[in-house]
C-alpha cells in the first residue's frame, strides 16, 4: 500500500505547477512537517475547483458533517484553499508553491526552512524552469517607461492596483525565513500585495492586514525605493504582485545562479545603455537584482541576464541607461486570469 504522504506528494505534483521527487526524499519530510497522517489522507480528495464539503462529501464517501470541521481546520492551516460564495464554505486543493508554503508564514521553524531551502532549487529546476507558463511574471517600474512606448495596463503595478476592490498586504515569507536563519536582507518586510478572493483568505488566516488602494500604491513606491523587482501573477487579471530581492525571493535567488535567466522569465522589456551617455558611475551595478550589469569603460547589460525591471534606469544620474520594449513578435501577453493561466500549465504537463 502506498504511504499516505507519498500519495500527497504524487498528487501535488499532478497539480499544474507540481511537487517534484528528490532522490533524498526531502519533498516527504517536508510534507510530514506540515501534514498530519489524517489530513495527508484527506488532502488528494481536493480538485483545483473550489466545492462546497457536500461536493468533496460526497467524491469521498465520507459523512459531510465529520468531514465539514476538517476541511475548515486544514484551510485554517494553510493546507487547503478556502473560499466563500453565496455564504456557503468552498474548499480547493493548494499548490505547494505558490500556496502551502506561503501560508505557513506564521508557523515557520529552522527545520521547516533548511528542509525547503534544501527542495525549492529542485523544484525550480525541473519544474519552474522547464514550465513553459509560469507563475510570475516581471513588469518594469513605471519611473523606467518612455511615453513613446505602447504599454499594456497589464504591465502595469499601479493600474492593476487600481483595478482592486480587496488589497491585503503580507509579510514576504522570503525575507522572514531567511531572517529566521540568521541571511536576511534590510528590504520591506511587508512585500506581498494580494487581491481578490486570495486576499480574504490572507486576511481570515491572520496572514496580512488590509489595506486601500492608495495604500497599496504607498508600498508599491516604498518597494521601488529599496530596488524591489516587480512580479505580478502571470495574468492579466493577476492574484498578487509581489515586491522581491535577488537575495531572498526563492524566485529570483534560484533564477540568478542560472546562465541565461532572462530565457525562462515572462518580461516584454530589457535595459540598453547609450555608452556615449554613461560615465562608469556604477550606480546602476548594486541596483540590478541580476547581477546583469559588468561596468569597465562603460556599463554594459548583459541581454541573457537582464528581465526588464527597469531599476537601474531610475538610478542613473546621466539618463545613459533606459528601457526597450521588445518587438512585436516576441512579446509576452499573459494569460487572461490566473485559473487560465493554471490550465495552460496543466495542459503543457499533460495533465489534463
Ligand atoms: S516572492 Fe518576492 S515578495 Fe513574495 S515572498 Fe518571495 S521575495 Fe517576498
Ligand atoms: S539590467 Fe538589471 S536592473 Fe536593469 S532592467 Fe535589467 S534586470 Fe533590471
Ligand atoms: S548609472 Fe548610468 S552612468 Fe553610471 S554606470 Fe550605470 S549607465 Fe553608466
Not at 30 to 50: D, V, Y
Not at 209 to 232: H, K, Y
Not at 289 to 302: F, G, L
Request: aromatic residues 6%; negative net charge.
Amino acid at each position: 500500500m502506498t504511504d499516505v504522504y507519498q500519495r500527497l506528494a504524487n498528487y501535488l505534483d499532478d497539480l499544474p505547477a507540481g511537487f517534484p521527487p528528490t532522490e533524498t526524499g526531502v519533498e516527504l519530510r517536508i510534507l510530514k512537517r506540515l501534514f498530519s497522517q489524517q489530513e495527508a489522507q484527506i488532502a488528494p480528495g481536493l480538485t483545483m475547483m473550489p466545492e462546497p464539503v457536500a461536493a468533496i462529501a460526497q467524491r469521498l464517501g465520507r459523512d459531510e458533517a465529520e468531514l465539514a470541521p476538517m476541511l475548515e481546520e486544514m484551510s485554517k492551516k494553510g493546507l487547503i484553499f478556502r473560499s466563500t460564495k453565496g455564504g456557503e464554505k468552498h474548499y480547493m486543493a493548494a499548490q505547494f508553491v505558490i500556496g502551502i508554503w506561503e501560508y505557513h508564514l506564521n508557523d515557520l521553524d529552522e527545520g521547516l526552512i533548511r528542509d525547503v531551502n534544501e527542495y525549492l532549487p529542485h523544484l525550480t529546476k525541473t519544474r519552474w524552469i522547464k514550465q513553459e507558463t509560469k507563475q510570475l511574471r516581471v513588469v518594469p517600474i513605471s519611473q523606467s517607461i518612455n511615453a513613446e512606448m505602447s504599454v499594456m495596463p497589464y504591465e502595469m503595478a499601479e493600474e492593476i492596483i487600481k483595478k482592486q476592490s480587496k488589497i491585503v498586504v503580507s509579510p514576504c515569507i522570503c525575507r522572514r525565513e531567511h531572517e529566521m536563519v540568521g541571511k536576511g536582507c534590510d528590504k520591506l518586510k511587508e512585500a506581498c500585495l494580494i487581491f481578490g478572493t486570495g486576499a480574504y483568505y490572507y486576511e481570515e488566516n491572520g496572514l496580512g492586514r488590509s489595506i486601500t488602494q492608495d495604500e497599496a500604491l504607498v508600498i508599491l513606491n516604498s518597494g521601488l525605493e529599496a530596488g524591489l523587482v516587480l512580479q505580478p501573477g502571470n495574468a492579466q487579471k493577476p492574484s498578487n504582485i509581489c515586491l522581491c530581492c535577488g537575495c531572498c525571493c526563492q524566485i529570483l535567488k534560484n533564477l540568478k545562479i542560472l546562465d541565461r535567466p532572462a530565457q525562462v522569465v515572462h518580461a516584454n522589456y530589457y535595459a540598453e545603455v547609450t555608452m556615449e551617455d554613461c560615465t562608469a558611475c556604477e550606480a546602476c551595478v548594486d541596483r540590478c537584482q541580476m547581477d546583469a550589469i559588468e561596468v569597465e569603460d562603460t556599463a554594459r547589460v548583459d541581454p541573457d541576464r537582464c528581465i526588464g525591471c527597469g531599476l537601474c534606469v531610475t538610478e542613473c544620474p546621466e539618463d545613459a541607461m533606459t528601457l526597450k520594449q521588445k518587438d512585436g513578435a516576441d512579446q509576452y501577453v499573459p494569460p487572461k486570469n490566473t485559473f487560465e493561466t493554471y490550465l495552460r500549465m496543466a495542459r503543457e504537463r499533460g495533465k489534463i
